[in-house]
């Protein structure tokens, strides 16, 4: 069964910078190096927001307009993991944040694609 588990999440000041984890389980190494994953966040009563994706070779990526120039994605393979480095954060940037898993093809934003989802990490982002 796999597992993704997001962490890093918490308060901090505008302008200021976090690094988010998602960490994946019930899976070896070379299925996760398969596999796309994205990263996506949801605000209180707003909807499900796309922020990042990556395909398995990490030659494609793609970021939402809002966070472009700010925010970058990376992958460990060895480890199972992805990252999101959150820098020159802004109030409007807090919202529950996701990671998410693609086993057949690079989904990008489109959410209802993906196959499994991480329980989510708070990030509060205070003006």
């Known amino acids: 069964q796999v597992q993704l588990v997001e962490s890093g999440g918490g308060l901090v000041q505008a302008g200021g910078s976090l690094r988010l984890s998602c960490t994946a389980s019930?899976?070896?190494?070379?299925?996760?190096?398969?596999?796309?994953m994205g990263w996506f966040r949801q605000a209180p009563g707003k909807e499900r927001e796309f922020v990042a994706a990556m395909n398995w070779s990490g030659r494609k990526i793609n970021y939402a307009d809002s966070v472009k120039g700010r925010f970058t994605v990376s992958r460990d393979n060895v480890k199972t993991t992805v990252y999101l480095q959150m820098n020159s954060l802004k109030p409007e940037d807090t919202a529950v944040y996701y990671c998410a898993a693609d086993r057949t093809d690079y989904s990008g934003s489109a959410w209802k694609d993906y196959d499994y989802w991480g329980q989510g990490t708070q990030v509060t982002v205070s003006g």
């Open positions: 019930g899976l070896s190494r070379s299925t996760f190096s398969m596999y796309s």
